[in-house]
């Protein structure tokens, strides 16, 4: 094509690049598609953003032909962008499953985290760049975060120094992005990084009209902790889909009607939220457990239409499991999972099915695969997966009363209690189940999982900040990053949760809709956020 404004985008449909798509549409770029190798070869400029495993991905790339048009392309110096996975396939190998070869552009092994002192695997945030030379793509970066998600990374060595751009420590010094003349590729995804990502990409996409900046140097970071708005959805009684809020999981209004708190648009608020700085949105379609949630359009569109201009992580939840519908059609969880991510979502959230999948792996010690948590964590990798535990407390008076993992109480409970466990509840709070926060949390890590939503339906919506408790004991217990939610009612409960447990985010939902400046908070308490 001769048009300077469109963009060639490998897509090999492995997975979810909508928000590619939106985020180069967003800058006013048409988007061709690869369809055969020769189209790499005729590209102008070539977006990859690799998603999915790294063996399958070089699989197709293999079968197809592309992986040698893509050699050449970048053999040839022609504009290129590798994001995430497209980075990763340039070098020699992955030991994603494998040792499996990549197209061995760049010297290295991609290897995979390890989760020793303290440092989560997956590596899910933001983090700020060391920039190791000039790249321009990122001349707008300077100490900004930017989003990473994986779990595997190629490390910088004497081999491939000629091609590291920049660097980000997580435990190590992986390598943040590459570059050599018109070829660049990301570890982060620019798609899901803010304006500053946006930014990124316009450098890409047109770098003569951007002016060239001395970069900044980045100043090293630790991964920021996150501040996550929700949203919770519902259809209210004349078949609207709104934001509604909870009081210890009640969304209904006290008054005579009895009507579900209507709080506005769930495309609107979420547009806000983003505006206001929100580090990733999640939308919980909180009856989803009685709803098919693909019956539920709107829910689908309030995706589409978000993922259009909101350029963080979006997580949606609610109903994900198997289904039959009225008609007598099967629907998979993963069939209900793919759609929420062909719309939109980058993560989905799994509540009741995941309790229900812990106490059966509890039972007979088989992992069988069927569980919507393992077959959605197979295809689109852990990091994709949620579960979103809704505890409420039990209070014992001595840690033998229950088979349940305990904790000492510091106020004593009605009777005196001194002990207390957290009981997991199904369908949005309403069935307290025979499982514990404690046991599920290690057991759903064990299956899949790759991040813990930790809500507590006794500090929900009551403003009096967070279950340090509770969060402590679970973040404690598992190696993958654990988000804080309910009870957020003052900016303080976020530096409390950040300074008094391991939570790698904190979830709200009231104190934005009332629009308090938590960012502002933290940093001054010296607490790493992104701005
Ligand atoms: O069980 O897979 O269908 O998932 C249902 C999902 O919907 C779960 O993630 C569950 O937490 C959520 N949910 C179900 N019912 C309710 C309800 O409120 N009636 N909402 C509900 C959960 C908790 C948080 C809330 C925080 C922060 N709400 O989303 O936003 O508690 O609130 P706060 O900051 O105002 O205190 P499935």
């Known amino acids: 094509s001769s048009s300077g404004s469109v963009v060639t985008l490998l897509d090999y449909g492995a997975g979810n690049v909508r928000s590619v798509r939106n985020a180069i549409r967003y800058l006013g770029y048409e988007i061709e598609d690869v369809r055969t190798p020769k189209d790499i070869l005729n590209a102008d400029r070539l977006i990859f953003p690799g998603v999915g495993a790294f063996a399958s991905a070089m699989d197709v790339l293999t079968k197809t032909g592309m992986a040698e048009a893509l050699c050449t392309h970048i053999e040839n110096d022609r504009p290129f962008l590798g994001i995430c996975l497209g980075l990763q396939l340039l070098f020699d190998s992955s030991e994603e499953n494998g040792p499996v070869n ?89 798609e899901k990084s803010g304006d500053v990502g946006l930014s990124v990409l316009r450098r890409f996409l047109n770098p003569k009209s951007q002016g060239s900046k001395k970069p900044t140097q980045g100043k090293a970071s630790k991964l920021a902790k996150r501040v996550i708005a929700c949203l919770d959805v519902r259809t209210n009684d004349k078949g609207d889909l709104v934001v509604t809020k ?12 009895n009507e579900v708190r209507n709080l506005g648009k769930p495309v609107e608020l979420a547009g806000q939220y983003y505006q206001d700085g929100a580090d990733e949105v999640s939308f919980l379609n909180i009856t989803g457990f009685r709803d ?43 069939e209900v999972a793919s759609e929420y991510f062909r719309s939109g979502a980058d993560k989905i959230s799994i509540g009741s099915d995941a309790v229900y999948a812990a106490e059966e792996y509890i039972k007979t010690k088989v992992k069988t695969g069927k569980s919507s948590l393992e077959q959605i964590s197979k295809v689109y990798g852990n990091q994709a997966v949620v579960v979103s535990i809704d505890p409420r407390r ?115 939902a009231g104190i934005f809709h009332r629009k308090e400046s938590v960012k502002a908070h933290l940093l001054k308490e010296g607490i790493e956020v992104r701005i």
């Open 394 to 508: 039990v209070y014992v008076q001595g840690p033998n009363d229950v088979q349940f993992k305990t904790i000492r109480v510091p106020k004593p409970g009605p009777n005196g209690e001194e002990y207390a466990w957290y009981q997991c509840t199904v369908n949005g709070g309403r069935e307290g189940r025979s499982i514990g926060a404690y046991e599920l949390a290690k057991v759903v890590e064990e299956l899949g999982a790759g991040e813990i939503l930790l809500n507590c339906i006794d500090c929900d919506g009551q403003g009096k900040g967070f279950d340090i408790d509770l969060i402590k004991l679970i973040s404690d217990a598992v190696s993958i990053p654990v988000i804080a939610s309910s009870g957020a009612g003052a900016v303080e409960h976020f530096s409390e949760v950040f300074m008094k447990t391991n939570a790698s985010a904190a979830l709200a």
């Open 246 to 257: 909870g009081d210890q999981y009640d969304v209904r209004e006290q008054t005579k009607e």
């Open 102 to 190: 990549g197209l061995g552009l760049i010297p290295g092994v991609v290897g995979r985290f390890n989760s020793l002192n303290g440092f989560r695997v997956p590596h899910i945030g933001w983090n700020a760049l060391q920039i190791a030379k000039d790249s321009e793509i990122l001349d707008d970066i300077g100490d900004r975060h930017v989003y990473f998600v994986h779990s595997y990374r190629a490390m910088p060595s004497n081999d491939n120094k000629e091609w590291v751009s920049s660097t980000c420590n997580y435990g190590d010094d992986f390598i943040a992005s590459i570059r050599r003349g018109n070829v660049h590729a990301v570890q982060f995804h620019p």
């Open 292 to 334: 098919f949630p693909l019956g539920d359009l709107p829910m689908l569109q309030v995706l589409r239409h978000t993922s259009e201009n909101v350029f963080v992580p979006l997580t949606v939840g609610g109903g994900i499991r198997d289904f039959t519908d009225a008609n007598g059609r099967y629907y998979s969880s993963l």
